[in-house]
């Protein structure tokens, strides 16, 4: 399955070239790149406002990548919000829940968020009078669930991640659904990280929100979505305006057009939509029971692997339960950028820093961050292997 996959992402026909920074953006499938070029060649027109063949074919195109977007969250289309990517569609999320927030209310974040899922209700909080609580995580980075008392009749939001961007550990979010619902709250999760390890339920999961960024699930940059319950939608305001989300204007008021529409002010990232579909698509096709196999084979692989060189500590999960293929380490003695340089010129691509979840890193006591090794189905051992000689290498450059 691996061979195949690779075969078709142009990029890693490079030879010595070993890709292992997929967390923060996945490489593309040639199909994708050609459903977004063959969109521009015969279909480049803003949708809803002509009636002309270019505006018609567009609007056919962003429909059916709604459609798609739907199919492989086992949703509805019209459950299907378009953004410019995950922080978009989380600050969305955030913005429009905020309205109805305030003294006396409580959100309910977890330590092991990227900031694009804490940021908006700090601020947020700042604003309305709201306040945070914090569930905290254990020494292995996975959520402590242990005491959920602060979801309770006070908590209005509870909003965490679905599988961590730098431990690579899921999160229970069946769990977490049925604390919130018990309490009254309304459940975000962001799911920019599980997205694209294969096919999600929202609505089974129990989430009420959930986010996710196409560039990580083998798509083009600039597009999100935001799925959200219908009768959860319907209840939301929109927190951004401009033209296609208005139904009727007078001097009476203003009257917004149903979701997902009046989420979508102004021209929508048609094209890139379209792209985000074929990547779907593509991955609604693939045996995810094998690919998940493979994925967990590669993970075991890196981890016994860092188990043998001293002075390296993984951060998270050291076992293969309830994961996703995202593993970090630190060396002792060694900065996480400077062994991301090293392992750069070997050619081997990781990530290292702070990874954009600074209140992990304090919780692990990680001042300087940690290097991000993050896989996705086109990996393959040889990626693994060139990581684990290089660290080796890095080491002793650095040592």
Not at 226 to 248: C, F, N, Q, S
């Amino acid at each position: 399955m691996t061979q195949s996959i690779r075969s078709i992402i142009p990029v890693l026909a490079r030879a010595g070239f070993h890709y292992l920074d997929n967390a923060a953006m996945a490489q593309t499938p040639g199909l994708v790149v050609e459903a977004v070029a063959s969109h521009d060649r015969t279909a480049r027109a803003n949708i809803r406002r002509g009636v002309h063949e270019m505006a018609r074919r567009a609007d056919a195109a962003y429909d059916a990548a709604r459609q798609s977007v739907a199919a492989f969250l086992s949703a509805q289309a019209d459950e299907v919000v378009f953004t410019g990517g995950c922080t978009l569609a989380l600050n969305l999320a955030a913005a429009a829940l905020a309205e109805g927030l305030g003294p006396g209310d409580r959100v309910v974040v977890s330590a092991a968020e990227h900031h694009s899922n804490l940021l908006p209700w700090l601020m947020l909080a700042k604003r309305k009078g709201f306040a945070v609580a914090v569930l905290p995580v254990g020494p292995d980075g996975r959520l402590d669930l242990a005491d959920l008392s602060m979801i309770d009749g006070r908590c209005k939001v509870v909003a965490v991640t679905h599988a961590s961007n730098v431990t690579g550990a899921v999160s229970d979010i069946p769990r977490l659904a049925e604390a919130a619902h018990g309490a009254g709250a309304v459940l975000v999760v962001d799911g920019a990280q599980m997205v694209p390890h294969g096919p999600v339920d929202p609505r089974a999961l129990g989430a009420d929100l959930y986010a996710f960024a196409g560039h990580k699930a083998y798509g083009p940059t600039g597009v999100g979505v935001l799925w959200g319950r219908k009768e959860i939608l319907a209840d939301l305001p929109p927190v951004t305006w401009g033209g296609g989300m208005v139904a009727a204007l007078d001097d009476d008021g203003i009257e917004f057009l149903e979701a997902p529409h009046r989420f979508e002010a102004g021209t929508p990232p048609v094209a890139q939509a379209v792209g985000l579909a074929a990547a779907l698509d593509w991955m609604g096709r693939l045996d995810w029971a094998e690919i998940r196999a493979e994925e967990m084979e590669l993970t075991a692989r890196l981890l016994a692997g860092l188990a043998e060189i001293p002075g390296v500590r993984v951060v998270g999960p050291t076992d293969l339960a309830a994961r996703v293929p995202v593993v970090s380490f630190t060396v002792a003695g060694c900065h996480p950028h400077d062994l991301s340089h090293v392992l750069a010129e070997r050619g081997v691509a990781v990530r290292g820093g702070a990874h954009c979840a600074r209140r992990l890193m304090t919780a692990l006591g990680l001042d300087e961050g940690c290097v991000r090794a993050s896989l996705a189905p086109y990996n393959d051992r040889s990626d693994i292997d060139a990581l684990l000689a290089g660290l080796a290498e890095a080491i002793q450059v650095l040592g």
